[in-house]
């Protein structure tokens, strides 16, 4: 099989490198396209508590925070700034989304594998994105840094 168009969908922490580096190189021995993404969830899903307005504020930060984190990945790799990808909202649905959008042939995703009995060999984002999207999956097993 052949790829032109590889997606890492990765989030902000150092265990995304090993992703990273699994997408760098099934680009590079496919002389493919590489983008990146990360999905910042709506803060209002995760701390439905707290005052709107600290929220906003709140999640503004942590879209430049991970725009910026983003970008280093794509300078380090020679991804430009138009492959790389902020967006808000939930992860397995907007990794779903841009894949059709750029016509990717494979998304790259990590997975600790750990999340409840129903998802005991596959993480729940990464299991959201291999059973909605139409291009192939590659799930990358993190290791955790000892």
């Known amino acids: ?12 922490s150092e265990e995304s490198i090993q992703v990273l580096e699994a997408a ?9 396209k590489l983008s990146l993404v990360t999905v910042v969830k709506p ?7 707290i005052e709107t307005i600290s929220i906003a504020d709140i999640e ?4 430049q925070q991970a725009t910026e984190i983003m970008e280093a990945h794509g ?4 991804v430009g700034t138009d492959q790389v990808y ?3 909202g939930n992860p397995s649905v907007e990794i779903r989304n841009l894949c059709k959008e750029l016509d990717a042939g494979v998304v790259v995703i990590g997975t600790h594998g750990r999340h409840g009995m129903g998802l ?12 909605g999207t139409t291009c192939d999956v ?9």
């Open 1 to 12: 099989m052949r790829y032109d168009h590889i997606l890492a969908a990765i989030d902000t």
């Open 24 to 32: 760098q190189q099934l680009a590079k021995d496919h002389k493919a």
């Open 43 to 49: 803060f209002m899903q995760v701390y439905g508590g």
């Open 60 to 63: 503004r930060q942590a879209i």
């Open 75 to 78: 300078k380090d790799l020679g």
């Open 86 to 88: 902020v967006i808000r």
């Open 120 to 131: 005991m060999l596959i993480g729940s984002t990464a299991n959201g994105v291999l059973h």
């Open 138 to 146: 590659l799930a990358v097993r993190i290791k955790e840094n000892d």
